[in-house]
């Protein structure tokens, strides 16, 4: 019965993530994805509290240098392995809470990943 249950499990997060790649990068969700995670973070079903999505690319940040020259000494000359020093989540949610102005952003979970 485990490996079926991992197999649906599967399934069921390869489809949510193609759903989730149509829609826009940051969209109001109707219900948590995870109402377990979501309620152990302090969501409830009541007026006043609301659930987004948002996206945020993985993978390395590029530096964005002019015909990639980069001046000073040859330990600062790196464009492409650069690694962001901030995590995907912290990303997600300034992006959510730049989009949403009027609100506050109160906490966040992981609900997928994608090669994207």
């Known amino acids: 019965k485990q490996w079926y249950q991992r197999r649906v499990r599967g399934f069921l997060f390869r489809v949510r993530c193609w759903q989730f790649r149509q829609l826009a990068s940051v969209h109001r969700a109707s219900r948590p994805t995870r109402p ?10 009541k007026q006043g509290v609301c659930i987004y999505r948002t996206r945020v690319k993985r993978g390395g940040r590029k530096r964005t240098a002019s015909k990639g ?6 330990k600062t000359s790196g464009v492409n ?30 609900v997928g990943q994608d090669a994207v």
């Open 36 to 45: 377990d995670k979501a309620r152990r973070l302090g969501y409830k079903a």
């Open 69 to 74: 020259i980069c001046y000073g000494k040859p």
């Open 81 to 110: 392995e650069l690694k962001f020093q901030r995590s995907i989540q912290s990303v997600a949610e300034e992006r959510v809470g730049r989009a949403c102005g009027g609100l506050r952003v109160m906490n966040s979970y992981w």
